[in-house]
């Protein structure tokens, strides 16, 4: 989460008192809610058991989020958020290829997502029925993940940008999405220790993957 | 690696089929043909398969090139000049970017490697088996080597043996790929993943080779190393090729060639336990006759029974067609729960003859074999090879028999004249 915005003049300020206190108690309950997702698990949970866990009154859990699919969804914004900056902010990146971009962008989310790993299954069923909030299809997860391919396709543009016109340069983005829905997928079901079949499935692949795409494209 | 099983499984099924296979295919023919047709058609089969195999081998350089050159030695299906330069070749992992890097050091030592040393270079220097290497240093700047294995290397060996287990069936049933050999060729192969396992190794080694003055073995850093990373001190000197590139004088080849050979038979016959990657990339060669020795991943201590053996074999004074040599023979085997056939008798002591040439017991001091000899080293392997067939082959010299042979081709390369006897007798 961010602890400082920026203002319209570019310059850096610190939020005030109020936002502070505010942002504290978001983080609280946001951290709450994770904890229960991930020891008792995400349909058990109510926002009574969170409100009680963040220690505050369950009327204050509703001035913050609506319901524990809006919790939910908060995480995997900051999720994204976490992932975009990792690969924007690392100066060591600014010349790497292609791949090895992408593979810091996946490898940071499954870094945030690591500790929920329970609940990260257990959404991942949710996001499937059209009628939950945390759905694939709600308003809210269409967002970001719009927000996220489109930072996909700017890491695509910025390795070959001669091809930014392309007539496919929209399917790629989204053929990206079914894929890190793969890896996810792969990760939860990894037994491996510390994940060690991930990262390779993520290298190869991402290898495996980008050259098909450059060749494709030369 | 682990996103391309099937692939790597093809691979493998080919090579294995490929051996297998062909082999197969001939004794199938041979039944239904004369003599004189049976060695043409071998001949003919063996050509056909033996590029398409060596080039598959070279192409995949993981773990199942190691497998496929000790099998190779097996079933004599290559050539005995690709034989050995199979030995001398490197099983590679695939490279690793600066961000796969930074993570496996991570998971592994709980810091970026910028965060743990005082600088690292995110470009490797060299590709090591099952990983790479990196520039770094420690406190006070003192130069370290460091080892990063790739991820999921261990699975990704485990599943290259299920396959080729399941694919070579057929050639252990028949007795020409031994069950014991696969097992004896995965644990080995297993072992290298092991970076803790490695480092106990080189403490050995170290400790071990420090009677030898012109050997330099590293040193480990613990805190700095773990199951997939190695620390270690920087071994300094030249790659073989670049060693010849400067055109070094017969003497200092002579040197630097008795020195290797007598860092072979040191390891043998005193330690019991040799470094078995005979990788030309794991010997540093220095104008002053010193070798720096690194990657102990794949090391073999031999048995006692094994290494008796070879003691009373090597410079064996009387001849080798006498009923003493063929009791010392059957000795071994015995010591070892196994009866030899008739063929691994023979073939053994053909290859004693052979050996003759190279050690000659009655000589001394004054004697130097000529390692630029090419005859000797297809020789050997043709030996080596006949030996394999007879399907007799203790599985405790299989890694010895590589080691072996990745040295003679090295001297060959170094046309090197070495004192064989002398030195082999001052071990024994």
Known sequence: ?218 | MTNTPTRRAFKVASIGANIAGSYLGYVLQSAFAGKTTREQKLKTTHARVARKVRDEMLLMRGPAMKLGQTLSLQTGILPEETLAELATLQMQAPGMHPSLVRVQVKTSLGKEPEELFETFSPKPFAAASLGQVHDATIHEGKRVAVKIQYPGIHDTIKSDFKWFRTITKPAQASGHIPKEAIDEMEKQISAETDYKREADNIEFFRKGLAPLSFVEVPGVFREYSSDKVLTMTFVRGRHLEQFLASRPSQKLRNQVGTNLFELFFFQLLKLGAFHADPHWGNYLFNDDCTIGLVDFGCSKRLLPASLEYLRGAYLYPGSRHSPEFRRLLETNYDNQGKKPSRAAIRALIDFAEEYRKVYPPEKGKQFVFDFSDKSFLTNYIRHATNLFRTKHVMTDYIFMARAEMGLYNTLHALKARVPTSEIVRKYL
Not at chain 1, 32 to 52: E, M, N, P
């Open chain 1, 1 to 218: 989460m961010a602890t400082k915005t920026k203002a319209k003049t570019g310059k850096v300020r610190t939020p005030g008192k109020r936002a502070q206190s505010k942002q504290a108690i978001r983080d609280r309950i946001v951290k709450a809610a994770l904890t229960l997702f991930q020891t008792k698990g995400f349909d058990t949970t109510t926002t009574k058991a969170i409100a009680r866990r963040a220690g505050i009154a369950e009327g204050t859990v509703f001035n913050y989020f609506r319901t524990k699919e809006d919790i939910a969804l908060f995480f995997f914004e900051e999720e994204v958020d976490h992932a975009i900056a990792a690969v924007r902010d690392d100066p060591r990146l600014r010349k790497a290829p292609l791949e090895e971009k992408l593979f810091k962008l996946v490898h940071s989310q499954l870094e945030f997502l690591a500790p929920y790993e329970r609940f990260i299954g257990a959404a991942l069923l949710h996001a499937l029925n059209p009628a939950s909030h945390l759905g694939a299809f709600s308003h809210r997860a269409q967002q970001l993940r719009h927000r996220y391919l489109a930072f996909v396709a700017e890491l695509i543009e910025d390795s070959s940008p001669r091809r930014k016109n392309d007539a496919f340069s929209w399917l790629v983005p989204e053929a990206f999405w079914i894929y890190y829905l793969g890896v996810l997928l792969f990760w939860l079901y990894d037994t491996s220790k510390d994940k060690q079949h991930t990262l390779a499935f993520l290298d190869r692949s991402l290898n495996v993957g980008v050259s098909f795409l450059q060749t494709g494209r030369r």
